[in-house]
Each structure stands twice: as C-alpha cells, then as structure tokens.
T-cell receptor
Framework: RKEVEQDPGPFNVPEGATVAFNCTYS??????FFWYRQDCRKEPKLLMS???SGNEDGRFTAQLNRASQYISLLIRDSKLSDSATYLC??????????????FGAGTRLAVHP | NAGVTQTPKFRVLKTGQSMTLLCAQD?????MYWYRQDPGMGLRLIHY???????AKGEVPDGYNVSRLKKQNFLLGLESAAPSQTSVYFC?????????????FGPGTRLTVL
C-alpha cells in the first residue's frame, strides 16, 4: 500500500466550478501536511500547508482529518490557470535527521472554458 | 535570487555511460535533496545532505552517488547509466529540518537512458 494515496484523475471541470480532491495517508505518526502544485513539465511548488483546524487561502480550502488520516483540497470558482497536478505531501518523521516528505502521485485537474 | 537551479535541463545517455547532474541554490539552505519522479508515482528521495560535506541515502539510492563539497552545490552522479534510470530528476533545498519548513525545488532534469 502506498504511504500517500490520491485519485489520479483527471478531473475535467468547467470554469467557475467547485472541485475537491482527497488524499489518504497511512502513517498515523505523520506530523505535517501540504498541498503542492505541479504544472506540466515543471517543478512542484508549495500551494499551501494544511492545519488541523482547516485553513483557507483565497479560493483554496484545505482540511485535515487526523482520525481518518484524510486530507482534502477544495477549489472554488475554478480558473483556467488552475489546470495542473496537485500533489498531496506528508511529513512523516525526522528519525533520519532530515525533513522527510512523502509525495502522493498527484491528482490532475483540467479546467475548460 | 535564482533560487534552485539545475543543469543540464535535458540529457540522453546510452546504457553504461556516466554523467553528473548539478544542483545549485543561493538561499543559504543547509539541507539539499535529490528526487526522481516517474509516471504514476510520487517523487522519491534518492539522496540528501544535511550540510556541507555530508550526504546520506534516501529511499532509492542504488546506482547513484552524491557529493556536497560546497554548501550551495549538490551533485548527483550516475556511474553506469541504466534504462531504469530514465526519469525526471528534481533537486530541492530547505533551510532546516523542521516539519514546517518548505522545500524549494529546481526546474528538473529530464534524463533518458537508451
């Protein structure tokens, strides 16, 4: 079983739609959670951190459910520029002495006119 | 401030050839990482460094070597390339190992091994 699992999609949505992505993680000791965005043939970039109480950044809302080991990302009023792959990322532990990030394979979003 | 840069951007190798990928960062970060990204899989850590002169193995280190002679540079070497090493390679850096620290990624190197 993968440590971080995501639906690969693609999610094809019209402009203005609301879309939600989910992610599950297997390590209950995970400490930090993030969503990264990766455009086609580009590097991943941090979109937002995910906090236990849930957090919002403009049109983006992230939620964390530690009991179910589940993370979500909600995008409201989708724009064409939101088309990308969204990576769910979990920080598991630092026993190795470094900031260990575990990446999901990503969910692809395609927003069309 | 260029952030994290990688050279080359693209490379095609024949099986058995060797090459070195260069990563450079100008953010004075202590920690640097090499990942590979393959279709349908998340990024996987190859090697990492917690400071100048140090290196350590990540999740998939076989077939790769690294060096960190200067704080700003992290080199990834393939001594004898194999087709299984065809991938996109990303370098990243972070200021510390705190769980909240962001890792900043370079633009990637697309490597094909024939």
């Amino acid at each position: 079983r993968k440590e971080v699992e995501q639906d690969p999609g693609p999610f094809n949505v019209p402009e203005g739609a609301t879309v939600a992505f989910n992610c599950t993680y297997s390590n209950s000791a995970s400490q930090s959670f993030f969503w990264y965005r990766q455009d086609c043939r580009k590097e991943p970039k941090l979109l937002m951190s995910v906090y236990s109480s849930g957090n919002e950044d403009g049109r983006f809302t992230a939620q964390l459910n530690r009991a179910s080991q589940y993370i979500s990302l909600l995008i409201r009023d989708s724009k064409l520029s939101d088309s990308a792959t969204y990576l769910c990322v979990v920080n598991t532990d630092q026993s190795g002495g470094y900031n260990k990030l575990i990446f999901g394979a990503g969910t692809r979003l395609a927003v069309h006119p | 401030n260029a952030g994290v840069t990688q050279t080359p951007k693209f490379r095609v190798l024949k099986t058995g050839q060797s090459m070195t990928l260069l990563c450079a960062q100008d953010m004075n970060h202590e920690y640097m990482y090499w990942y590979r990204q393959d279709p349908g899989m998340g990024l996987r850590l190859i090697h990492y460094s917690v400071g100048e002169g140090t290196t350590a193995k990540g999740e998939v280190p076989d077939g790769y070597n690294v060096s960190r002679l200067k704080k700003q540079n992290f080199l990834l070497g393939l001594e004898s390339a194999a087709p299984s090493q065809t991938s996109v390679y990303f370098c990243a850096s972070s200021y510390s190992r705190r769980v909240t620290d962001t890792q900043y990624f370079g633009p990637g190197t697309r490597l094909t091994v024939l």
